[in-house]
């Protein structure tokens, strides 16, 4: 089986079938959700000493922060699989 890993900046990657959201940080909800795996050990720092700018959900409910921004990975993400995308049903 092949992983695919996302880059999410600074040299850190994780893998991208494993993600299930790329959200911003900047709402109140997010800072929540991001104490909230502090506290339950789940949270994943990648920003390297930089300030957080993005929030990655994985599946298997581990928050991880990024430090580069939320649509640069989300542009990344769209790029790495474009042939698994399904296909509609083209109608005749």
Known sequence: MEQTLLNIGFGSTVVADRVVAIVSSNSAPMKRLKDEAKKDKRLLDATHGRRTRSIIVMDSNHVVLSAIQ???????F????????PELPVEK
Not at 71 to 76: D, G, Y
């Open 70 to 76: 939320a649509e640069t990975i989300s542009q990344r």
């Open 78 to 85: 769209s790029t790495l699989k474009p042939a698994q995308q």
